[in-house]
């Protein structure tokens, strides 16, 4: 939370936040439940339980957060916008982001892995949506078919070679796509 909101007092807008599910399926602020769990607090074995993870000390005096903990946040800090990232069980963390979100809906962009997960996603009426390749085995003619057909497209991420590989990154960019 305190990382939040020192980036906030320095002018920052848009967030790119990991989400992680709990041991009871509760959706959680955090990298990793590897070197990042390790790094930043005092725990035990294992993915915990919500009650467990908040029970936990961080680590530098920090403060973690649950999902409930961020709209609190985002209703007090305006013109933020949250770019998620969810490595397990993306749609369901969405469709969550979206219940709890009420009224700052628009204020989340996910980021989604594959262009089959774009349309699951896009149905679910989020306005911007980021276009991660780095999990994605299509091909550089196929991602810019997919791009050319959904204009709507907020921004594509990949690694620097996928960028310069064949000319993707160039071509997305002169076709008006963020990359």
Not at 18 to 44: N, Q
Request: hydrophobic share 40%; glycine share 6%.
């Amino acid at each position: 939370k305190e990382a939040l909101t020192l980036s906030y007092s320095n002018g920052c807008r848009l967030f790119e936040l990991d989400f992680h599910w709990t041991k009871d399926e509760e959706l959680v602020l955090i990298h990793d439940w590897g070197w990042a769990y390790d790094k930043w607090y005092y725990h035990g074995d294992g993915v915990p339980s919500k009650k467990e993870f908040f029970e936990l000390e961080m680590k530098k005096g920090l403060t973690q957060m649950s999902i409930d903990d961020l709209m609190d946040w985002m209703d007090v800090h305006q013109y933020v916008e949250i770019v998620t990232d969810v490595k397990e069980n993306n749609l369901a963390a969405l469709q969550l982001i979206l219940e709890k979100s009420e009224h700052n809906t628009d204020r989340f962009i996910p980021q989604v892995y594959s262009i089959k997960e774009y349309e699951k996603i896009q149905a679910l009426g989020f306005k911007k949506i980021i276009l991660t390749l780095y999990r994605t085995k299509a091909w550089n003619f196929q991602i810019l078919r997919f791009a050319e057909n959904h204009p709507e497209l907020f921004a594509m991420t990949m690694r620097p070679e996928r960028a310069r590989q064949g000319g993707l990154g160039l071509e997305l960019k002169q076709a008006g796509f963020f990359v």
